[in-house]
């Protein structure tokens, strides 16, 4: 339905895609998390779910697939030492009703006994952080439970996580050290007053919170990765010879250069705001520092959310906004600047009438185009829309919209991607609010959208997430059995854009083509469903429609061919066994079709040669100019092997515009005074290889090995690293490629789909 300040509604068109059976319940608001790289994160009672999307040619099926893998909750309750025993605040307090004794009795933060093990571990809240933020430039993931336990967590190797940092016993061990006192605080803008009769009379008690209070945090939000100028001494990537699964750190030092940071914000229920400060790549405790410690004057702050700028470059800018929301109806933003120190701190109250409705959820979107941030806030059943913009360093408001289509009962889910919110309630509706802008006005146009489910058993909506490119919805939602008394919880997958939008952003990709997984995954579902392919989506798989990106362009059109592969020969063998025909005709469709098969098969070689030229060249052109840049006289045999396989590969392969690169590669290679013997050999019998393709290289006594997709060497490495979605091989990186041009080479992604490498 769209509706414009009362305007008419008309249903919008949405398809369940997908459903997916979860164990355990949930026990926060903010539970479901979709990162850029199309993992998804669902924090639940007992652990949390983390759904790796694949999106393979070579699978014909009409579902998602998903990499499932489980981190669990703490084993123990969350145990906060303050200095002060539980025993000693009782007898502090006088036996009468007060509020000291209402809250020793029904706050868990206080009394932690008031809840059970199990529920005290549970998840509130799970967040990805951006991309580029552990050593192969993936996000990680932090958590925290309703006990206040913030954990961070990275990707290990396949389905492994491992724990990065404690961020609730680091803190409590910095806050144990100075004395139960913050370091390097800000004071609050608005100083809060408290009755210094009632703090004497409970002296201990209020003691007690206090300390509590500072150490449990209640949200948190990322912020965007930044770079910084530094001399300290730092953190370099250490790998052992068995290759990335034993990554370490190493503490050297670092001359002046540029390094990348990330910054996690933690509300606490004090109202203050724990600035963590995380060093890029994320490897270990060495790389958190407190970086500071801000008082948002709040007495009972309630959510806190951080306006990411840019998730696919560095923002030169270094000015950011951040808010709060409190349980009294109000909300402040925050402009800070982050370099190097936390400075130039402004604030701006822009909920401000004290309604009792709690901003539960708050999300953020930046526009470059006019230098101005979205803010939708959700307080109750109603969404509230700002458009903000920092001038002088001071916030101003632009603009601020309510849609006038509010859910029946109180929101329960909130994502902002792309000029879209959707918002979800508890009574089972979805809303989807497109957001314009133009000339400092914000406009919006709602649209309620029909997610088709059991009708017949009630069903709860919890959380609801877009994805990375707006394409599918994920719902959580919980069926009641009242004649059983359980409850069932899934997650539902909706699809929000027709076939013509989707197809529209696949000709305007640049950079990455794992950033848009979720745009190809429809395609996939599409075409394996009509078993056929449109005429747009056949201009794309012939090569007769080229994207912005060339290299993009290439893999998207090998993606499509070896999925009508794929279909070709599923189609040819389903035929076969159903249709009663002749002989003759069997022999003349399977004659056919084998045809069919060999052309594209063929196609498909073609298409990998060109992406394999793209990355030869670009690879043997960053080489050059970094020799000559620095002045690198000497160069080890295996880069040296590397770079003549690629410069071998390009004069065989190569066109017109690759020969004066060659030439010149040659030359440089020759004055290095370069051998037959720097040629790569049978490691078996040492022949020389006659026959290579893109995949594989085959000597002249028959021996056969995998080509390594990044160096376009033989991969040695057993088990070598594979592509997880088109499964071409890599070799390892070890110890000795550190500081080497092989090591940026080996760290990026597959050369034909731009899959990770596992």
């Known amino acids: 339905m769209v509706c414009t300040s009362g305007g008419t509604f008309k249903m919008a068109a949405s398809t369940t895609s997908n459903t997916v059976q979860l164990s355990h319940t949930l026990c926060g608001s903010e539970v479901l998390s979709w990162s850029l790289e199309h993992k998804l994160a669902v924090g639940t009672d007992r652990c949390v779910y983390i759904m790796d999307m694949q999106c393979s040619p070579q699978n014909t099926s009409r579902s998602f697939t998903f990499a499932k893998s489980v981190i669990s909750s703490p084993k123990e309750r969350l145990q906060f030492d303050v200095g002060i025993h539980e025993d000693k605040v009782l007898k502090g307090i006088d036996f009468q009703p007060c509020e000291a004794l209402t809250n020793i009795m029904t706050d868990p933060t206080l009394t932690p006994a008031i809840r059970s093990d199990e529920s005290s571990t549970g998840m509130k809240m799970v967040k990805w952080s951006p991309l580029q933020c552990d050593h192969l430039g993936r996000s990680v993931l932090s958590y925290l439970t309703l006990d ?33 006192e913050y370091t390097n605080c800000m004071p609050p803008i608005t100083p809060t007053t408290e009755s210094a009769d009632v703090k004497q009379k409970n002296k201990v008690y209020e003691t007690y919170k206090e300390r509590l209070y500072k150490l449990a945090a209640i949200a948190m939000e990322w912020s965007d990765v930044y770079s910084e100028q530094t001399n300290d001494v730092g953190s370099r990537l250490q790998s052992d010879d068995d290759g990335i699964s034993s990554v370490k750190t190493k503490k050297i030092k670092l001359e002046t250069e540029s390094r990348n940071f990330v910054m996690l914000f933690t509300l606490m229920k004090s109202g203050h705001i724990v600035v963590w400060k995380f060093i890029t790549p994320i490897m270990s405790e060495e790389c958190v520092t407190i970086h500071k410690v801000i008082d948002s004057g709040f007495d009972s702050p309630s959510t806190i959310s951080w306006c990411r700028k840019n998730d696919n470059h560095l923002p030169s800018n270094h000015t950011g906004l951040f808010a709060v929301g409190d349980t009294s109806g109000q909300v402040r933003v925050w402009c800070i600047n982050v370099d190097n120190e936390i400075t130039n701190i402004s604030s701006l109250m822009v909920c401000t009438e004290k309604d009792l409705l709690l901003p539960n959820l708050i999300s953020w979107q930046y526009q470059t185009d006019g230098d101005v941030y979205i803010m939708a806030v959700t307080k109750g059943s109603y969404l509230m829309v700002y458009m903000l913009q920092i001038v002088n360093n001071d916030i101003v408001i632009l603009d601020k919209c309510i849609p006038a289509t509010a859910h029946p009962m109180s929101i329960a889910g909130l994502s902002f991607r792309k000029n879209v919110i959707l918002t979800s309630s508890t009574d089972g509706t979805v809303n989807k609010t497109a957001i314009k802008t133009l000339n400092s006005v914000l406009s919006t146009k709602t649209t309620p959208v029909k997610v088709t489910l059991n009708e017949k058993t009630p069903v709860k909506y919890h959380s609801i997430v877009l994805s990375a490119n707006c394409i599918y919805i994920a719902i959580v939602t919980c069926c009641t059995d009242y004649i059983t008394g359980e409850d069932s919880l899934e997650m539902n997958f ?67 061919m070896k999925l009508q592969l794929c279909l070709g020969k599923q189609t040819s063998v389903t035929k076969a066994i159903k249709m009663e025909v002749s ?111 893109v995949k594989m290289m085959t000597c002249i006594n028959g021996h056969k090995f995998g080509r390594c997709c990044l160096t376009l060497t033989l991969c040695t490495d057993l088990p070598s690293r594979k592509c997880r979605h088109c499964d071409a091989p890599a070799n390892r990186l070890h110890s000795r490629h550190e500081g080497t041009f092989l090591e940026d080479l080996l760290h990026q992604p597959c050369t034909f789909c731009n899959g990770e490498l596992l």
């Not at 913030?150 to 004395?179: P, T």
């Not at 745009?519 to 056949?538: G, N, T």
């Not at 052309?599 to 990355?615: M, P």
């Open 494 to 560: 909706v699809e929000l854009q027709r076939m013509e939008d989707v197809i529209k952003d696949l000709y305007s990709i640049q950079g990455k083509l794992t950033k848009y997984l979720d745009a190809l995954e429809y395609i996939r579902q599409k075409i394996s469903a009509e078993m056929e392919l449109c005429k747009e989506i056949q201009d794309l798989a012939l090569g007769k429609v080229r994207g912005e990106d060339k290299k993009a362009s290439l893999q998207i059109q090998l993606f499509l």
């Open 148 to 180: 206040h336990h913030l954990v961070i967590y990275k990707h290990s190797r396949g389905l492994q996580w491992e724990e990065v940092v404690d961020l609730s016993k680091l803190l409590n061990l910095k806050f144990k050290e100075n004395n139960y």
């Open 583 to 693: 002989e003759q005709t069997k022999r003349k469709d399977s004659l056919s079709t084998t045809n069919k098969q060999t052309t594209l098969s063929d196609e498909i070689s073609s298409v990998e040669k060109k992406l394999i030229n793209e990355h030869a060249l670009e690879v043997v052109e960053k080489w050059r100019e970094r020799k000559m840049s620095q002045g690198i006289v000497e160069i080890a045999n295996e880069e040296r092997k590397v770079i003549l396989t690629m410069v071998d590969w390009l004069s065989q392969h190569g066109d017109e515009k690759t020969k004066d690169t060659v030439s010149a590669i040659y030359k440089d290679l020759k004055e290095e005074q370069l051998s037959e013997l720097c040629r790569e050999s049978c490691p078996l019998c040492q022949g020389t290889f006659s026959e290579c393709n």
